[in-house]
């Protein structure tokens, strides 16, 4: 199991106390960046005084968060960023990660917006109110929400919340939710039988399989894929009988490649700051029908006959239909893992995949 992946289930799952740092660090008598705190769960909206006029300055204490404000076009709002993001600018210093909070460079960073991911507006507002509402505070007001991103709907509604709170353009953020509800349109019945049932695999030694429940399961159930593994977890830890008896009829390998560095750059006004074009003109395959059609788009392709072992090990002498036909994908998206916007860009690429399956007796 490689770092990504750790990286994909720490943040995703959580752990009860992520954040206590931050309140012991408050109780020492820290400085407070704001006079008051405004929470919200689950991209709920609370009312609350407005915020004031300034540019919003977001703590992003989620990797996937902060891949969903680089699609907005909003990565020059961040000011902050969780320990294991190596998606963003490395330049923006480390607020957070879930083993703790450091509360000192958190308030330093002087956030308008603290998003975290740890599973309850509750455990916000306890861990993360007295560091960001203490005594001596300024004249401005905090907005601390704590996201869900365990579903496609979360992920989905996440795009709405994070562009009302920070006054992004709602044209901006209708044009990415219209490039999400395309990317999973289904495909034609006839096409998604072609390819058989499809186990998604992240991890080859043992196998680890994105399960029921899974963002990524989901949205190959939304493109019209019938799913191998139907019983079991999100996070399904298989070996190479399960995966025989499974017979699935594609493999598909999530294991993403270094992160691109150049994703997260961006100052306002450029390519990943508010005012640029960020990710949407990276979009324009989904906006005009996805990318099927394509010989090999970049982030996935069909592996050889040569290339199938080296990836799947041990996996590779089963005889099951993926092997025997051929139809193992490789999708290697640097940000495939994250419950962000990025899930675009990885429908559109099982999508084009799908319409390109290699045939039986190829």
């Known amino acids: 199991m490689g770092w990504r992946t750790l990286v994909l289930l720490a943040v995703t799952l959580g752990a009860a106390g992520a954040l206590a740092a931050a309140a012991w660090w408050a109780a020492g ?14 991209g709920e909206s609370e009312s609350a005084p407005p915020l004031p006029a300034q540019r919003p300055r977001v703590a992003a204490m989620s990797p996937g968060v902060a891949a969903t404000l680089r699609d907005l076009g909003a990565a020059g709002l ?8 190596a998606w963003s600018d490395p330049a923006l210093p480390v607020v957070g990660d879930q083993a703790g909070i450091n509360a000192e460079a958190l308030l330093r960073a002087a956030p308008t917006h603290v998003y975290v991911e740890f599973g309850g507006a509750d455990q916000a507002r306890r861990l993360l109110g007295p560091a960001l509402s203490g005594a001596g505070a300024g004249a401005g007001r905090v907005t601390v929400r704590d996201l869900r991103l365990l579903t496609l709907d979360q992920i989905r509604g996440s795009v709405t919340t994070l562009a009302q709170d920070l006054s992004i353009g709602a044209d901006r953020a209708a ?4 490039a999400w509800d395309r990317a999973l349109e289904p495909e034609p019945a006839d096409r998604a039988r072609a390819v058989g049932t499809v186990l998604l695999l992240h ?36 070996d190479s009988e399960a995966v025989l008896r499974l017979q699935p009829g594609t493999i598909v390998l999530i294991q993403p490649r270094e992160p691109d560095a150049a994703r997260g750059s961006g100052g306002p006004g450029g390519p990943g ?4 074009p ?3 003109a ?12 394509a010989a090999a788009e970049p982030g996935w392709r069909w592996l050889s ?52 399956a290699p045939e039986p007796g190829r």
């Open 78 to 85: 961040i000011v902050g960023r969780h320990g294991y993001d």
């Open 175 to 178: 044009a990415l939710l219209a």
């Open 29 to 42: 008598g820290g400085a407070a960046i704001g006079t008051g705190i405004r929470t919200g769960g689950g």
């Open 273 to 276: 700051g508010p005012g640029g």
């Open 278 to 280: 960020g990710a949407l």
């Open 203 to 238: 991890g080859t030694d043992p196998p680890a399989a994105l399960g029921p429940g899974s963002f990524h399961q989901q949205i190959a159930q939304r493109l019209g894929l019938a799913p191998a593994l139907v019983e079991g977890d999100a996070y399904t830890v298989l």
């Open 305 to 356: 006959a040569r290339e199938a072992p080296q990836r799947l090990g041990t996996l590779a002498r089963l005889r099951v239909p993926a092997i025997e036909h051929g139809r193992v994908l490789l999708i290697d998206l640097d940000d495939g893992l994250l419950p962000g916007t990025g899930l675009i860009r990885l429908a559109d690429a099982l999508r084009a995949a799908v319409r390109l």
């Open 282 to 293: 990276g979009l324009a395959q989904s906006e005009s029908g996805g990318s099927g059609g």
